[in-house]
T-cell receptor, first 111, second 113 residues
């Protein structure tokens, strides 16, 4: 079945450091891929998405490229800020409209 | 656009009582709504999928008599946790779909004491 494997955390970075959170997926079809962010005490917010191979999703300085050949959708940001501290979830959605989430990666950015 | 309102955002209840959580799509009609549960430091697990006017489809291992889901209209789905116990304490999140897009509610933190 479909699944998402996400880099385990927690991750602690200094402000302005480079961020990579790895995500790989398994799917029988051609899913859409997403990154969601959950700030403390809040629900999920869509950060970015990509719907087909080679698409790049981007938002708020974060980027992720849909790589079909490596079945990956790694999240990157060139310079993190304290306000980026949150839990990040990689997810896929198949044609059945069901989401499969990774286990989440907690990011803490220290000044 | 595409706003989903979830209420309440947090609730504390006594063991043995029931709690209802509402999920509303404010500016679109949601043909399908999903209910997820999130345990501390874990990912979201799909509990059930509900389509307007029909019975919800529960994931394996989810007690449908304990977690009652009603999707009475295209803009409202409710999750009722019946006879709640401390192990039901969790973060519950709904998601509404209007075809291609999905929007999540802000979640409800349930604490059963």
């Amino acid at each position: 079945g479909d699944s998402v494997t996400q880099m385990e955390g927690p991750v602690t970075l200094s402000e302005e450091a480079f961020l990579t959170i790895n995500c790989t997926y398994t799917a029988t079809g051609y899913p859409s891929l997403f990154w969601y962010v959950q700030y403390p005490g809040e629900g999920l917010q869509l950060l970015l998405k990509a719907t087909k191979a080679d698409d790049k999703g981007s938002n708020k300085g974060f980027e992720a490229t849909y790589r079909k050949e490596t079945t990956s959708f790694h999240l990157e940001k060139g310079s993190v800020q304290v306000s980026d501290s949150a839990v990040y979830f990689c997810a896929l959605s198949d044609r059945g409209n069901q989401f499969y989430f990774g286990t989440g990666t907690s990011l803490t950015v220290i000044p | 656009g595409a706003v989903v309102s979830q209420h309440p955002s947090w609730v504390i209840c006594k063991s043995g009582t029931s709690v209802k959580i509402e999920c509303r799509s404010l500016d679109f009609q949601a043909t399908t709504m999903f209910w997820y549960r999130q345990f501390p430091k874990q990912s979201l697990m799909l509990m059930a999928t509900s389509n307007e006017g029909s019975k919800a489809t529960y994931e394996q291992g989810v007690e449908k008599d304990k977690f009652l889901i009603n999707h009475a209209s295209l803009t409202l789905s409710t999750l009722t946790v019946t006879s709640a116990h401390p192990e039901d304490s969790s973060f519950y999140i709904c998601s509404a779909s209007r075809g291609e897009g999905y929007t999540f509610g802000s979640g409800t933190r349930l604490t059963v004491v």
